[in-house]
């Protein structure tokens, strides 16, 4: 399980890093226009835009960084719960825009999140 959890993890850490790198980084227009599922971006302005990618990179870090360096691995689990609250929050901004297409994929990470958390809390928690 330890394993699982390690490859579930590093995959969120690489999209959320990935993702958040790309909102901090371009212009929220540019962001828009990279791909063909990104027009949530139009109900929030650009200071919003970039506070969500710092908490997707702060998230990547938090999965990953704690437990590699073993300094207070607790905040594993809770960077994954903060991914679980971010995409309810995903889901919901596509919803209420009634973007159906993207709610699966929004509630797939939100339930990879939700693995790491539960299995890092219960399952195979970090000693220390």
Not at 64 to 86: K, M, N, S, T, W
Request: glycine residues 10%.
């Amino acid at each position: 399980m330890n394993t699982a959890l390690w490859i579930v993890a590093g995959l969120l850490a690489v999209g959320y890093l990935a993702g958040g790198v790309a909102m901090l980084a371009l212009p929220k227009e540019r962001f828009r226009a990279i791909s063909d599922g990104q027009h949530y971006v139009d109900d929030f302005d650009a200071g919003a835009i970039k506070a969500i990618g710092a908490v997707k990179v702060l998230a990547a870090a938090g999965l990953i960084l704690p437990a590699l360096f073993d300094i207070a691995p607790l905040l594993v689990p809770l960077a994954a719960l903060g991914l679980v609250l971010l995409m309810t929050g995903a889901a919901t901004v596509r919803i209420v825009r009634r973007e159906w297409r993207y709610v699966p994929v929004d509630l797939f990470f939100l339930a990879l999140a939700a693995f790491v958390a539960w299995g890092r809390f219960s399952i195979a928690p970090f000693g220390g």
